[in-house]
């Protein structure tokens, strides 16, 4: 903190952010990401400092170098944007994506899907429980009977499963990796959604939209039963 508003002083000695300084202080911003109590605090400071150099200082350019200063401060606590992709089967987008994301993974992998028959996906999750990766999965109950169901093959070895309880289906189609990235669509984790199906995945790394799947998932976990 101290260090973050010795360079914004010293900017305040010609009272012009040079684009070093600046890129030097965006990377400071970066390093220590503020919270809302210490960006309020280091904006204190800030107009303490032009406060009391109003005095000696010609008034439009300490309001100029006062504008600069809070605009790289409140730029810092902004959320990231996004990231977004979509895709498509039938082919092998979709099965990639999925893939791709599990392989990821780092710490935790949320599933909630209406059934797994690709053993392309069944294998990487299996690898992914292999690394200590914290998986828990959720499908539904009648699926787990079907010919090809991967359910049986990866609660055998030890991944956490759960089923729903109803004579309804548990039609979700979602995942959350590290609650860092979702993916949801319409595609079922299986080989006739890959090989024939009309499909789509949508990615995303919108946080309030991983923290609605997150809360619904732990919902659903809580009142579903242990496979």
């Known amino acids: 903190m101290e260090e973050l508003y010795k360079i914004f002083k010293q ?3 010609d009272k012009i952010f040079t684009r070093s300084e600046k890129k030097a202080v965006k990377q400071l911003l970066k390093e220590y990401t503020p919270d809302m109590q210490m960006q309020d605090l280091l904006r204190s400071k800030i107009f303490n400092l032009a406060r009391q150099r109003m005095k000696d200082h010609a008034n439009e350019a300490v309001l100029n170098w006062l504008e600069e200063a809070n605009k790289l401060i409140a730029k810092s606590g ?11 089967s039938p082919g092998t987008e979709c099965r990639n994506a999925i893939i791709d994301a599990l392989e990821s993974a ?5 599933i909630c899907v209406f059934t797994i028959s690709d ?7 299996a690898a992914c429980h292999e690394r200590k990766i914290n998986i828990k999965l959720l499908t539904d109950d009648d699926k787990t009977f079907d010919r090809g169901s991967d359910i049986a093959k990866l ?3 030890g991944i956490n499963v759960k089923v729903d309880r109803t004579n309804k289906h548990m039609h979700h189609k979602f995942a959350i990796i590290d609650d860092a990235l979702l993916l949801t669509g319409s595609y079922n984790w299986t080989r006739s959604a890959a090989e024939y199906n009309e499909e789509n995945i949508l990615t995303s790394t919108n946080k309030q939209l991983i923290n609605a799947y997150r809360q619904e998932f732990d919902k659903l976990w809580s009142k579903m039963r242990d496979y």
Do not use: M, W
């Not at 780092?106 to 949320?110: A, H, L, T």
């Not at 053993?119 to 999750?125: D, G, L, T, V």
């Open 155 to 157: 609660a055998n070895k």
């Open 119 to 125: 053993n392309q996906i069944s294998e990487k999750i």
């Open 106 to 110: 780092k710490q935790s992998i949320y």
């Open 78 to 88: 902004e959320e990231p944007e996004s990231e977004d992709k979509v895709y498509f």
């Open 11 to 13: 900017t305040f000695a």
